[in-house]
């Protein structure tokens, strides 16, 4: 799953790294169109990931889950190459995110499945490096196409269809179909995961949290704009932002993971976040230069490596094998419906306040939003094992 969630980033990075200069610059778009786009590109796989998640574990079957997901985004890349106007882009962006809506909880679930307990974060930070590894070399493969054909943005459309068909083959012909509710001797989920689901013991409060610092965490093109426009070595390396963030994200994501293990999911998962309030800091700071944009880059990397797989590995440990899929599936929808929030409302923020203003409000909110968290996660800011007895404060 690692390999085809690296020649699938491959695929998507490379857009997504050209993107802002494609819409702002090449189609002429304000900044509030890229904010309502990158909202899009952030969060309206939201609308599938329970039903992907439930199919899952209805199922027994989350490879082929999986498979239809990788597919859908796959048929996205070709209407891409004939996208043309403000419409055109944002279906072809909807329809990419909606397949990634439909795999990514099946993919989690199977990685849990073929997982221990005590080495699930692990798990993830060694699939979370093979996805970076595509995430930093597809944003590299653009900076090359434009940098020998300026203005090649079909190009790189092209390219990333290429690296999208490669990942949907290894997923049918080599990845196993693994079975997490027969595995574990249980019977599959019937029913979609609803209300009653929520009285698992640490779930309320799990996805208050990451809703709320969801709802803080605006979109990395925002960020490498106001980086832009700083600093001329940004400017000048754009497409190589992403790649320096997921260099760094590639670095951490297997430390961090163990590290996860060994202290708590939680607490990593929080820690990540104020990484996250550091760069939203620093870019409200009248400063640029490339000393300043490299510590973003870290910290922004960082927050990735500390969230992400994190994020995963700390829901699979609060929900049983047969209903995994759906509970991932359920913080990654709230996460996700969170972020597009943010980022439509921040295109805005910039738009009627500045960048500056914008960001120093958001930095504010992300204060907030943390202190809060820590909070609601306190029972779980220690070491949880599945099937392990959790703190009475759950009950509240």
């Not at 693994?178 to 995961?193: D, I, K, L, S």
């Not at 120093?360 to 220690?382: C, D, F, K, N, Q």
Request: net charge positive.
């Amino acid at each position: 799953m690692g390999v085809v969630s690296m020649f699938t980033d491959i695929s998507s990075e490379s857009v997504a790294a050209v993107l802002p200069l494609y819409i702002t610059a090449a189609m002429g778009m304000s900044t509030i169109a890229y904010g309502f786009i990158d909202g899009l590109y952030q969060g309206v796989s939201a609308v599938v990931r329970i039903g992907g998640g439930w199919a899952a574990d209805r199922s027994d079957q989350p490879k082929w889950v999986a498979f239809l997901g990788y597919g859908v985004s796959a048929l996205a890349r070709i209407w891409l190459l004939f996208a043309t106007g403000f419409a055109a882009v944002t279906s072809v962006v909807a329809i990419d995110r909606i397949g990634k809506g439909i795999r990514t909880a099946p993919r989690d679930a199977l990685i849990t499945a073929s997982s221990q307990p005590d080495n699930l974060g692990r798990s993830f930070g060694v699939h979370r490096m093979l996805d970076t590894i595509g995430a930093a070399v597809g944003p590299l493969l653009a900076f090359v196409i434009l940098w020998v054909l300026p203005g090649g943005y079909r190009a790189i459309f092209v390219l990333s269809l290429a690296f999208a068909i490669v990942g949907v083959l290894i997923l049918g012909v080599i990845v196993r179909n693994g079975h997490p509710a027969r595995e574990a001797g249980r019977r599959p989920a019937r029913r979609f995961w609803s209300a009653k689901d929520l009285k698992l013991p640490g779930m309320p409060r799990l996805l208050v949290a990451t809703g709320a610092l969801g709802l803080i965490t605006v979109g990395d093109g925002f960020i490498y704009l106001v980086l832009q426009a700083r600093s001329s070595f940004a400017a000048e390396w754009f497409p190589l932002l992403y790649v320096g963030t997921n260099v760094v994200f590639l670095a951490l994501a297997i430390p961090l993971g163990r590290w996860a293990d060994r202290i708590g999911r939680g607490r990593v998962f929080i820690i990540g976040h104020c990484a996250l309030f550091a760069v939203y800091l620093i870019t409200t700071i009248p400063v640029g230069g490339i000393a300043i944009t490299l510590i973003c880059l870290a910290l922004l990397g960082a927050f990735y490596a500390a969230t992400d797989g994190v994020l995963s590995a700390l829901t699979a440990q609060l929900t049983p094998p047969e209903s995994t899929a759906s509970g991932i599936a359920a913080t990654q929808t709230v996460t996700a419906i969170a972020r597009l929030i943010a980022s439509t409302g921040f295109g805005v923020l910039w738009f009627a306040m500045g960048r500056q203003n914008a960001m120093a409000l958001v930095a504010g909110l992300a204060v907030l939003a943390v202190i809060a968290s820590v909070y609601l996660l306190r029972p779980m800011l220690g070491v949880l094992h599945r099937e392990v007895e959790l703190s009475p404060e759950f009950d509240e």
